[in-house]
């Protein structure tokens, strides 16, 4: 993501919005996954392998988001660490 901030310069608030509607979405995808095991219609049984393949996008999904959240800490600490020196 911190190529992409470089691309589009964003305020500090603006950032945050984008943050937020990535955590939303992600999590928004895990519930409606989570809704789907739960309560398999007969679609799902039918297609094992697109619920497996939702799966797996899901999970590429929420791996992304760890990876720019800590992308995005990282940047921030070097940040801090540059103007305090």
Do not use: H
């Amino acid at each position: 993501m911190g190529f992409l901030w470089s691309l589009f310069p964003l305020k500090k608030w603006d950032k945050m919005i984008v943050s937020l509607f990535q955590v939303g979405g992600s999590l928004f995808a895990l519930l409606l996954w989570i809704i789907n095991f739960m309560f398999p219609s007969r679609i799902t049984k039918a297609a094992s392998a697109e619920f497996t393949w939702q799966f797996y996008v899901l999970l590429l999904s929420l791996l992304g988001l760890v990876f720019s959240t800590l992308w995005n800490l990282i940047t921030l600490q070097r940040k801090k660490d540059n103007l305090l020196s």
